[in-house]
């Protein structure tokens, strides 16, 4: 209950003749705590969202994919970032509308009380009883109406000021001008009734398909979200990878954006509202402030609507895409199926040359025969997986310039999941003989360029991950020197949540004493690298839990580096967790094999 006129002060306000400003000013405290309430719900869901993003870009790449990301980060980062903020904003110009009007009662009572006590000084010395008229003309009366009308337009003023300078900035500007962003437009496939195939259009249309770019991007107006199918208009290049799975599980995301914006969002907004509404008709200072306030929450309620209007229009949009690139691929696969089957001397559909086509290539993902470079199908039968290229800056991140050996991440999403488990293995094999073959430290307190990343780790644990079709080898880490300040790799900050909590338990008795090694092993960098992928800032994964989903069909594999005669380790051996990573995998979901 905010500031009332007490009863005994009723007959002086009369008396004055202004009207008391009959408003709660609960209400506006009962509206700023809805908006902000408003405003978390926004940033919650902006969380989700980029967790299921960072999944989305571990595991698929090309122009759809970074369109996708450019887009859903603006969204996110920008116009979605502005809502929640603005809710803030005008959260706390009410709560201080609300100070100002409890501020501007208390001094008009104040006021009230002084003339009240003269007009009781006035009855007592008068030989009768004095009517209104004669009350009226006591010199304080007149004194005290034009205090307490300055007192009154100036709290108006005050209140007004404090939610005008919210509408007025940069934020809810912002919002009002986010239209253009906001557009979503899905090009035809573009794949037509063709008879024949070219195999080698084919296979250039399988690395350039569904290309998608963010509308303005190149030479056009606008910042919205164009999703061109296969065969759409505009070069591409680059590699493309195309997880349908996990297409349609972030499109499914996003449509749970837009409802969690819709559901959670408006009822906090409905509730803002319902208080704003028992503000309304509550004398001149609640309409000096309702004015302003009302557009406000206009804005707000707009760029609201739009906006999970957007998401799910960017999910359907996503579906969409997602269809066209099934039939794409369905059409490249079949006509591929028909080169295969083909007769050595048949000409190909197209009319070009016949033959066998089956010589050694350039080889690269997929291609190439038995003198390819890592294709899919090397001499031998075994497949092998392809080198990233460029490789990705966050393999070794965590490691940074600490001593530790690494080979190249190896994209195996073309491969089966037993076939990418193979390379996983052989991966953490090969890592395990290139540590221990490499050079001996030349006592360098700062390595050359090409040292980074290729140095001895003996004896020591050489580990491989495996997660969304990519597999990534790493050594432990250790001190270069003594003295290094680099003691510790640089971990995301929730698997140092999980360490410290691990080291916690240890301290205190509840599990096994860890060793030296405890934060430095493998698996730390492996997976610590991978979260850094997935979360750069260090501001979507925030919990365990979260790590887990975005962690989600994790597998790592160890083996020993050199002989440890006395505890019976033989190089190259299978190295089941430590006592220090076997409570740290099951807390992020990544199971040992």
Not at 454 to 483: F, I
Request: net charge neutral; with cysteine.
């Amino acid at each position: 209950m905010g500031v009332v006129l007490p009863d005994k002060l009723a007959f002086v306000l009369d008396l004055i003749g202004v009207n008391w400003p009959n408003v709660d000013e609960d209400d506006y405290r009962e509206m700023a705590k809805s908006l902000r309430g408003f405003a978390t719900d926004v940033d919650a869901g902006r969380g989700d969202s980029n967790v299921a993003l960072n999944r989305l870009i571990s595991t698929n790449r090309g122009e759809m994919t970074q369109a996708i990301e450019g887009h859903v980060r603006k969204l996110n980062g920008k116009h979605l970032h502005n809502l929640a903020e603005a809710g803030r904003l005008l959260a706390g110009g009410l709560d201080a509308a609300a100070v100002v009007v409890a501020g501007a009662k208390g001094a008009a009572i104040v006021q009230l009380g002084i003339l009240a006590a003269e007009v009781a000084t006035a009855q007592a010395a008068a030989p009768f009883t004095l009517g209104l008229s004669e009350l009226g003309a006591l010199g304080g009366v007149a004194v005290t109406r034009t205090v307490v009308k300055r007192i009154l337009k100036g709290a108006a003023e005050a209140a007004v000021q404090e939610v005008m300078s919210v509408v007025t900035g940069p934020v809810f500007a912002a919002l009002d001008s986010m239209t253009t962003d906001l557009v979503v437009q899905v090009v035809s496939d573009g794949l037509g009734a063709q008879d024949g195939i070219n195999l080698k259009q084919t296979l250039q249309a399988g690395k350039d398909n569904l290309k998608i770019a963010s509308a303005g991007t190149s030479g056009g107006g606008g910042g919205g979200l164009v999703l061109a199918g296969a065969g759409g208009s505009g070069g591409g290049g680059g590699d493309l990878v195309f997880d349908e799975h996990e297409h349609n599980t972030f499109t499914g995301k996003v449509h749970e954006h837009s409802k969690h914006l819709d559901e959670k969002g408006g009822k906090h907004l409905h509730a803002s509202r319902h208080h704003f509404g028992r503000t309304r008709g509550r004398g001149s200072l609640a309409k000096a402030i309702e004015e302003v306030t009302e557009k406000a929450m206009k804005s707000l309620g707009d760029a609201h609507g739009q906006l999970k209007k957007h998401l799910n229009d960017v999910g359907d949009g996503l579906s969409e895409a997602g269809k066209a690139q099934k039939k794409h691929d369905k059409h490249v696969q079949d006509g591929m199926d028909g080169v295969k089957n083909r007769h050595p001397g048949q000409k190909p559909a197209d009319g070009s040359g016949g033959g066998n086509s089956g010589h050694s290539g350039n080889g690269g993902k997929g291609g190439g025969g038995s003198g390819g470079s890592g294709g899919g199908s090397p001499a031998g039968g075994n497949p092998q997986g392809q080198p990233m290229n460029p490789q990705p800056d966050w393999h070794g991140q965590s490691a940074g310039k600490m001593r530790h050996h690494r080979r190249d991440a190896l994209d195996v999403a073309h491969l089966d999941e037993a076939g990418q488990r193979d390379v996983m293995k052989r991966e953490a094999r090969h890592l395990a003989d290139d540590s221990k073959n490499a050079p001996a430290p030349d006592g360098r307190q700062e390595p050359l360029p090409e040292q980074v990343g290729k140095e001895r780790s003996l004896p020591g644990c050489a580990g491989s991950l495996l997660h969304n079709g990519v597999v990534t080898s790493h050594t432990g880490t250790s001190q270069r020197y003594k003295g290094d300040p680099n003691k510790h790799p640089a971990v995301h900050p929730v698997l140092g949540q999980v360490l410290d909590g691990i080291r916690a338990d240890s301290d205190a008795g509840k599990i096994g004493k860890v060793g030296a090694g405890h934060g430095k092993c493998a698996e730390v960098a492996l997976i610590s690298d991978r979260l850094h992928q997935m979360d750069p800032t260090g501001q979507s994964i925030r919990t365990a839990e979260d790590a887990k989903k975005a962690l989600s069909g994790a597998v790592v594999h160890t083996r020993q580096i050199g002989d440890v005669p006395k505890i019976g380790l033989v190089h190259g051996q299978y190295k089941p967790p430590c006592r220090s990573c076997e409570h740290m995998l099951p807390a992020l979901g990544v199971t040992p094999i």
